[in-house]
């Protein structure tokens, strides 16, 4: 067994916990609730993380390993990209997210064909992401301040469905890729890797393009594409932007909210890659990709230089007046 399937998940759960801990400082300073939730997903990545390593450390046993796919699969994306829609609550990007939870409900129909007697947890699941993105997109249209708290109460009331789900699953099989020692969710019915998919899917799109959204907001721009265009105009106009962005930051009058953001989309971006990887069996990257994802979103949170403002652990680490909230340096 390879000594990093135990220190690099312990490097991803102490690095959370640490993280959590900073964010839900800033929460308690400041009461912004995209905050509160940042530090709860976080939270779930340590616990997932910490799963890991008591798993490669001492060997999986059932709750270890029920605990860490609940928790991975379903909760740490989930929970991290309602923030971004917290964080974004006050533009249109509940449009986008209702779109990522009905993409979701989508594959996990179409996941349906790989497991056997899933079909009606495809089409179930399916119902439940159209009503949920439906109920997003509604609110967004008639109540934008309202859109993520729609957003959170269909989260939370699928987090106790799912753990119930979880908890009281047969399974059969090894936990872990015989080659590898990483685990593998192959040991749970096929019901369950179909109902996590828009978990996945909403959760991680949101965090990944609330990012990047917010990045574009606070680059110098080049409108190539017209701003009616929506979502494609954002899209166009983002990369059509980076040379100045470029030139910006080698004259040193780059915002430093725009590496920090892109930083975070990257960190988003390589565990949501490297966890696909492992459900089609290529798992070597699993671990890495875990740890490498949120070095980056901790990184990417301290690029922001007016994240110093007011750091504090316990005791005020290092302040000075004026501190903005994360809302601007991120929103």
């Known amino acids: 067994m390879s000594a990093l399937n135990v220190e690099l998940p312990l490097g991803s759960s102490v690095l959370s916990f640490v993280f959590a801990a900073m964010v839900l400082d800033q929460w308690w300073q400041r009461r912004q609730a995209f905050q509160l939730v940042w530090g709860i997903g976080l939270v779930w990545y340590g616990i997932s993380a910490g799963a890991e390593f008591l798993g490669g450390a001492m060997g999986w046993s059932e709750p270890v390993y029920r605990t860490w796919y609940l928790i991975g699969a379903f909760l740490v994306p989930a929970y991290l990209g309602a923030g971004t829609l917290y964080l974004l609550s006050k533009t249109r990007f509940g449009y986008f997210v209702a779109f990522s939870i009905a993409l979701g409900g989508l594959f996990s129909l179409a996941a349906t064909s790989k497991y056997p007697g899933s079909s009606a947890a495809g089409f179930g699941t399916l119902a ?25 109460a269909f989260l939370v009331a699928g987090t106790v469905v799912v753990a119930v789900l979880v908890m009281t699953a047969h399974v059969s099989g090894s936990f872990v890729d015989p080659a590898t020692h990483v685990p593998v969710a192959a040991a749970f019915p096929g019901y369950l890797r179909v109902t996590s998919v828009p978990f996945n899917a909403g959760g991680g799109l949101a965090l990944v393009f609330g990012a990047l959204y917010s990045a574009y907001i606070y680059m110098p721009k080049k409108r190539a594409v017209a701003a009616r265009l929506g979502v494609i105009a ?40 490297t966890s696909s990887l492992n459900r089609f069996g290529v798992t070597w990257s699993f671990f890495l990709g875990e740890f490498l994802g949120l070095l980056l979103i901790f990184v990417g949170f301290l690029v922001s230089e007016e994240v110093f403002r007011n750091i504090r652990l316990g005791i005020t680490l290092w302040s000075r007046p004026s501190a903005v909230s994360l809302e601007r340096e991120v929103g």
């Open 128 to 152: 439940v992401a159209l009503l949920a993105a439906a109920a997003v997109a509604f609110a967004t249209t008639l109540r934008r301040d309202l859109q993520a708290h729609v957003a959170m």
């Open 234 to 273: 954002i899209v166009v106009n983002f990369f059509a932007s980076l040379p100045r962005a470029v030139t910006a930051l080698a004259a040193g009058q780059l915002n430093s909210r725009v590496p920090a953001t892109i930083l975070i989309a990257l960190g988003a971006l390589i565990p949501g890659i």
